[in-house]
Every structure is written in C-alpha cells, then in structure tokens.
C-alpha cells in the first residue's frame, strides 16, 4: 500500500504564500495522476488541483491562478505552491492520486490564513 505524507503547512497572513510537499512511498507514482484536496472545518473534503503522468495540469476555479501543482516523479513527491493565500484557503490539505480507487490518506498538513 502507498503512503502519503504531507508537509509544509503552517500560519500565514493573508496574501502570503506557502509550498505544500507529498512524498509517496512505492514505485507506481510516475505512472497516476495525483490531486491535492483540502478539507476546512465543518466541510467535505474538495479537489484542489490535479497533475498527470505527462505534467498536464487542472485547477479548481476557487484557487485558478493563485496556486501551482507540479511533481518530481525522480523523487515520488508532488507539489502545490500556493500564493495570495486568503483566509477561505484554510484547511487541512491532503494529496492522493486523481481516480475512482484511492489510495490511503495521509495525515495531511494544516493551512491557517489570517486576515
């Protein structure tokens, strides 16, 4: 089984930025789509941002032009960049591969924006 690992989150005030990593561990990586979700209190879990195997990308229209999902298929990590944070960005952020069957979630990684 794949696990996830998410890092990188933390407080930052509104406008500000921050790099959310998601280290996979196995070998099939390269091969899926992966997405970054977010989950803010008292809500569903949302799809943020997807990346293909080929580096094609897909936004949420809520963070379109703000936030950049990228992957490193070398080291089995994907990225999100995340800029001009507002204080409806804050959640816990997960990553898992885009598809019907997913794998485990990981513990995710908490953003808080202030305004």
């Known amino acids: 089984q794949v696990q996830l690992v998410e890092s990188g989150g933390g407080l930052v005030q509104a406008g500000g930025s921050l790099r959310l990593s998601c280290a996979a561990s196995?070998?099939?990586?390269?091969?899926?789509?992966m997405g970054w979700y977010r989950q803010a209190p008292g809500k569903q879990r949302e799809w943020v941002a997807r990346?293909?195997?080929?580096?094609?990308?897909n936004y949420a229209d809520s963070v379109k032009g703000r936030f950049t999902i990228s992957r490193d298929n070398a080291k089995n990590t994907v990225y999100l960049q995340m800029n001009s944070l507002k204080p409806e960005d804050t959640a816990v952020y997960y990553c898992n591969k885009v598809s019907v069957s997913l794998w485990s979630w990981g513990q995710g990684t908490q953003v808080t924006v202030s305004s």
């Open positions: 990346i293909n195997s080929g580096g094609n990308t």
């Open positions: 196995g070998s099939i990586f390269s091969g899926n789509a």
